[in-house]
């Protein structure tokens, strides 16, 4: 099995971080590639994470709350090759 980081995204040109507000998706779920999995705010906007590959989120690497620099992995998703 081939495992898949999801990366917290960069939303606008001056976005550094980002913050967890809220998941979608729980460990052992299923997620389609283009499937929302997370909601993130910066200072300025409000986006949603999507899954990069379909496969079985295995991994949340920051919760809810938690600020996470943009480029920084916050969950895994293991994926069939």
């Known amino acids: 099995m081939k495992k898949v ?3 917290m995204p960069k939303f ?3 976005m550094t971080k ?3 507000v809220e998941w979608k998706k ?3 779920e299923k997620v389609e590639k283009g499937e929302v999995i997370a909601t993130v705010e910066s200072e300025k906007i409000t986006g949603e ?3 990069p590959a379909s ?3 295995v991994e949340i690497l920051h919760e809810v709350g938690d600020e996470v ?3 920084e992995p916050i969950a895994i998703i ?3 090759e």
């Open 5 to 7: 980081k999801i990366i």
């Open 26 to 28: 729980k460990v052992g």
């Open 78 to 80: 293991e994926v069939e």
């Open 18 to 20: 980002g913050t967890i």
């Open 12 to 14: 606008g040109l001056t």
């Open 49 to 51: 994470v999507e899954a």
């Open 55 to 57: 496969g079985i989120l």
């Open 69 to 71: 620099p943009v480029g």
